[in-house]
Structure formats: structure tokens, C-alpha cells
């Protein structure tokens, strides 16, 4: 199995031995070795109900798959780079935090909600699952690992939001009145919250 690791805060280094990860297209920045590189089409599973909920949302992610024995060296725009390991559980990720998999993973597309009452847009997560690594991107610094328990649910801005991990369930809470005080726009304002036991990644910087 290919091996992620965190080369510095900023880049990801891959080990392929006759192996190969995936990563986000354009963030290689460098390699060494009999590396041969490959489109991987779009991510959100591998049936045709993925591609229509990605068609829906207007996201693509766009792979590509790196191949061969070697060192490849991924980053995109200095934006602060988590490994993450995924052992037979699912982690639910904001598709534009996603830099690389390796190992038997899966992605698909999980429907998340209704964004908002007067828009009536959906929310869609994107979800890793299987055995191996994740790489994650986040700005404004390194990720912020929140604890969730029974006892303590936990009430996230969506544009911090990066990932979960764990037996968590997600739900929406209206919360207008601390979007007013930051000055953001209070017809729209929502809320994640999430309860259950397991973790929840934010960046510290709002996209």
C-alpha cells in the first residue's frame, strides 16, 4: 500500500512501491523515480447516481492517479496539509479540503440537507471510506481537532467545516443572531451541528 506522510506543514509526500494514490489534479509539485501519472475522472463514487449528485451540486473533483515506485510531492496554494487514517470507517469531508488517498479507499457523495428555506439548495458531503490514508488541506493554519461526545454536541460555521470522523450525525440549526453580530448575511444563516461520539475538523479561516 502506498504510504502518505507530511513532508512539512505545507506538503505531502507519497511513497509509491509499485503502487498508486490518487491525489487533486494540478497538486503535484514535484517527483522522483518511474512515476507515470493518469487522469482518474471525477470523484463521488463510481456509479452513474454519484455523477448525477455531483452534476447536481456543480462540484468536480478532478484526480488524477499517480502510479509506479518512487516519491511524488503534492501542496495547493501553501494551504496547511493533515494525514488522516481511515481504519473500516467513513470520514465525511468538504470535497475542497481533499488533496490525496491512498490504500482501498471509496468516495461517493452523501446528501446532506437543505442549505436554505428561501433557496432550497442542497448540501452534499463528500465521503471517503475503506482502509488507507487522507490527505487534507486547510487555510488559515493547521486543522483543529474538536471532540464530540453524547454530553457535548458541537455547533460548526459550515464555511470552517472540513471533515468528520466517527459516529456522528449531522443535522441544521438556524442561528441568526451570531451571523448578524460578524456582519455576515442573517437571511441564509445556518448552522452544523453535530452529535454523537468522534471528531469534527475545522480551519481557521472561513472559505
Known amino acids: 500500500m502506498a504510504q502518505l506522510f507530511e513532508q512539512s506543514k505545507k506538503v505531502i509526500e507519497a511513497h509509491l512501491a509499485g503502487t498508486s494514490i490518487r491525489a487533486i489534479s494540478g497538486s503535484m509539485i514535484a517527483y522522483e523515480g518511474n512515476v507515470q501519472f493518469k487522469s482518474a475522472g471525477f470523484g463521488g463514487g463510481d456509479g452513474v447516481l454519484a455523477g448525477m449528485k455531483r452534476r447536481a451540486t456543480g462540484e468536480k473533483l478532478s484526480l488524477m492517479e499517480c502510479g509506479g515506485n518512487g ?3 503534492f501542496a495547493v496554494n501553501g494551504q496547511d496539509v493533515t494525514v488522516i487514517n481511515i481504519n473500516g470507517d467513513t470520514l465525511q469531508v468538504e470535497s475542497q479540503q481533499l488533496l490525496a488517498f491512498a490504500g482501498n479507499l471509496r468516495t461517493d457523495v452523501r446528501f446532506a440537507g437543505v442549505r436554505g428555506a428561501s433557496t432550497g439548495a442542497g448540501l452534499f458531503t463528500t465521503t ?3 482502509q488507507g ?4 488541506l486547510s487555510a488559515g493554519g493547521p486543522l483543529i481537532h474538536l471532540e464530540v461526545s453524547p454530553q457535548y454536541p458541537l455547533i460548526v460555521d459550515p464555511d470552517a467545516f472540513v471533515a468528520a470522523q466517527g459516529n456522528l450525525q449531522q443535522s441544521f440549526v438556524t442561528d441568526v443572531s451570531w451571523r448578524t453580530v460578524v456582519g455576515q448575511d442573517a437571511g441564509e444563516a445556518f448552522s452544523l451541528r453535530w452529535d454523537g461520539q468522534g471528531v469534527v475538523l ?3 479561516a472561513e472559505r
Open 71 to 73: 516519491r511524488v510531492f
Open 128 to 130: 471517503v471510506s475503506g
Open 133 to 136: 490514508q487522507v490527505a487534507l
Open 202 to 204: 475545522i480551519q481557521p
